[in-house]
């Protein structure tokens, strides 16, 4: 089961590249499946038995069938026999996760998305952009304050999901032109300079 291919549905977005990440920092032999965002790709059967809701990334792996991008990263990494050393370590990168999940990811930079590059589909909101741009800032300094002791990873000395879904959210909002704290444009500069990270952008944003 451990060897065998992980089947991915997805690319080209910032919580894609999540997967294909952990994929390849643990070297996993996976199938790609190329379905972009709000395409007709997305009615295939075969990806809809994968992911009802016609949400990207999903997996499938033996007689599993996966979705959300944090809880696919996690599987990875327990698959690849990375699990936290002490509750305390679990409890720390279930934090960060959640954190950059909800605070980040969820509130601030979906929002972004959704009233800014698809205002035909959810509307037009300048003021819940602004609010959004505004709330980015202040939880994004929450992050830059605790890397500003120049640690390498958010929690321990080796990369968890943690830092996965973090860097996402900074390349992200880089994408976005969003103001990044100096601590945290080092922390995803020595992070995007790992292999396994440049392996997985190759593979995620493959260009046109
Ligand atoms: N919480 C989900 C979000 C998944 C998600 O929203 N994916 C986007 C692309 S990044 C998507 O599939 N959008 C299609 C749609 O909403 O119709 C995760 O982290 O996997």
Redesign the pocket.
Known sequence: MKNSTVHVW?HG????M?VYWALHEFDMDFTMHRIR??TSD?DAPEFLSVSPG????AIEHGELRL????A?TDYLFRLAGRVPDSPQIAAQIEQWSCFT?MEI??TAL?VLRRHRDLPNLYGEAPAACTSAEEYYERQMAVVAAALDDGREYLVGDELTKADIILVSCIDWARMYKLSVPQSALNYRERLNARPAYQAAFAVNYPGP
């Open positions: 997805g977005t910032p919580r894609t999540r965002t709000r997305m016609k949400k990207i990334p979705r959300e991008s944090a696919i999940l990811d969820a979906y």
